[in-house]
């Protein structure tokens, strides 16, 4: 997979944001980390520092754009994932510590709407008829909110097709699934898909329903070491902590479902 220019300048520019004052650690942990962990990752920070002294500097953005980020410069420690897709594709690329990855978090999808609209819908397949402008959810290419709200629709039989047909014509791809939320915030007659966890993050959007959980792509978030990282060691033990109960316990304060190991 060749890198885009814009992938290559983030690296250059990334937007960080730290769990501690600067001047806690010269040299930090740096965690990239899936647009959608930001509020659950940045608590997993500040309860890990408390508990070993290690600071801790998270990298916020699409799974897809994090990926590609470390494939063109790798800076990061660990890679959070929102999908398997991305971290194969690092595994591919030579850039993770073998026997490191891990699945370690899930969710679900749900269909929202803005508070001021006035969509009521009983089933998914109301959505192929409903007057609506646009559909939002994360680029369904390559971010993986996006692929899995399209294949969430695929699954719903619509008309001798699929649902995700009959309205894929009205999506609008956005950079992540947090970027999918803020057009339903700004829009009444805009839709939108996200996952369960990111309606916390908003009170002007209300949810339609919760799309079903479906074997084929489950939900999954992945965790894996960055080779060559500066902290192999704290690394490590943050992978651990990850799966240990005291993170299990935070993610399902912000209704994460917790993966079993």
């Known amino acids: 997979m060749r890198l885009s220019r814009r992938a290559i300048a983030a690296v250059m520019a990334l937007s960080l944001i730290t769990c501690a004052e600067p001047d806690t650690a010269i040299d930090p942990l740096v965690i990239f980390a899936a647009a959608s962990l930001r509020d659950v990752a940045t608590d997993f920070g500040a309860d890990f520092e408390t508990r070993h002294g290690t600071r801790i500097i998270f990298n916020f953005a699409g799974s897809n754009t994090l990926a590609q980020q470390i494939q063109a410069a790798p800076m ?60 939002a959810l994360a680029d369904p290419i390559a971010v993986p909110a996006g692929r899995y709200a399209k294949a969430a629709l695929e699954q719903f039989d619509w008309d001798g ?12 791809p956005a950079l992540d699934v947090r970027a999918a939320l803020h057009l339903v915030e700004t829009d009444p007659q805009i839709l939108g898909i996200v996952y369960r966890t990111d309606v916390n993050t908003s009170d002007k959007i209300r949810v339609l329903l919760e799309l079903r959980e479906f ?25 651990d902590y990850l799966t240990g109960s005291s993170a299990s316990e935070i993610a399902e304060r912000h209704s994460f479902t917790v993966r079993p190991q």
């Open 161 to 172: 097709s699929d649902l995700w047909s009959a309205v894929s014509d009205r999506v609008a």
């Open 76 to 135: 990061a420690d660990i890679f959070l994932s929102a999908d398997r897709h991305w971290v194969d594709f690092l595994d591919d690329n030579d850039r993770t510590v073998d026997g490191s990855r891990r699945a370690f978090l899930g969710n679900r999808l749900v269909l929202i709407a803005h508070l001021d609209a006035g969509f009521e819908f009983d089933e998914p397949t109301d959505l192929a008829t409903a007057n609506f402008r646009f559909l």
């Open 215 to 239: 074997e084929a792509s489950p939900i999954a978030y992945w965790a894996t070491q960055i080779k060559d990282g500066k902290h192999p060691e704290a690394a490590s033990r943050f992978l």
